[in-house]
Antibody
Framework: DVQLQESGPGLVKPSQSLSLTCSVT?????????WNWIRQFPGNKLEWMGY???????NYNPSLKNRISITRDTSKNQFFLKLNSVTTEDTATYYC???????????WGQGTTLTVSS | DIQMTQSPASLSASVGETVTITCRAS??????LAWYQQKQGKSPQLLVY???TLAEGVPSRFSGSGSGTQFSLKINSLQPEDFGSYYC?????????FGGGTKLEIK
């Protein structure tokens, strides 16, 4: 069965960069599909952040402008989120999720909570 | 960006009742709509995609309908495990956006 699991530092200081890892088991991220990052803010609003596709191409939410980068390590079947210049408004639970058709999310990780605070 | 508006924001119902949650898109999204259920402390789970197609393993008491800008999720004969929060999400091009959620509570 496909499983996704996020990992990250838990706490980041303002102006620093956050880096999160999504480890995928049960399916090769180069075989197909789109591999996404989605976050949920306190208050429960959900925001799609972007994806890396099976062929390595990216698509990002314009709201994140030039702060976001999603990369991968195919040898470890992992993909990564990097968000630069974080503020307290980036405090959220971050999920990685699989998109089978370029449209919706059928498998999600359990989420990792990230707090931005000095 | 396409704005997704859900109503009601919260809903109280009893086991066995039928409830309907609605979602409105700010522009025509055809049938490119998904619904998710989220339990407290858990990740969202896909229920419906393409407005009316049930995801694998989703009970038939759930049904989705609508097209264009107006959509609904209907739950027949509520079960205890159905209580939680529900979100719609358009999948008509990026950026994908979600509705604000409907919290379904036990009466």
């Amino acid at each position: 069965d496909v499983q996704l699991q996020e990992s990250g530092p838990g706490l980041v200081k303002p102006s620093q960069s956050l880096s999160l890892t999504c480890s995928v088991t049960g399916y090769s991220i180069t075989s197909g599909y789109y591999w996404n990052w989605i976050r949920q803010f306190p208050g429960n609003k959900l925001e799609w952040m972007g994806y890396i596709s099976y062929d390595g191409s990216n698509n990002y939410n314009p709201s994140l402008k030039n702060r976001i980068s999603i990369t991968r390590d195919t040898s470890k079947n992992q993909f990564f989120l990097k968000l630069n210049s974080v503020t307290t408004e980036d405090t959220a639970t971050y999920y990685c999720a699989r998109d089978p058709d370029g449209y919706y999310f059928d498998y999600w990780g359990q989420g990792t909570t990230l707090t931005v605070s000095s | 960006d396409i704005q997704m508006t859900q109503s009601p924001a919260s809903l109280s119902a009893s086991v066995g009742e039928t409830v309907t949650i609605t979602c409105r898109a700010s522009e025509n999204i055809y049938s490119y709509l998904a619904w998710y259920q989220q339990k407290q402390g858990k990740s969202p789970q896909l229920l419906v995609y393409n407005a009316k197609t049930l995801a694998e393993g989703v009970p038939s008491r759930f049904s989705g309908s609508g097209s264009g800008t107006q959509f609904s999720l209907k739950i027949n004969s509520l079960q205890p495990e159905d209580f939680g929060s529900y979100y719609c999400q358009h999948h008509y091009g990026t950026p994908y956006t979600f509705g604000g959620g409907t919290k379904l509570e036990i009466k």
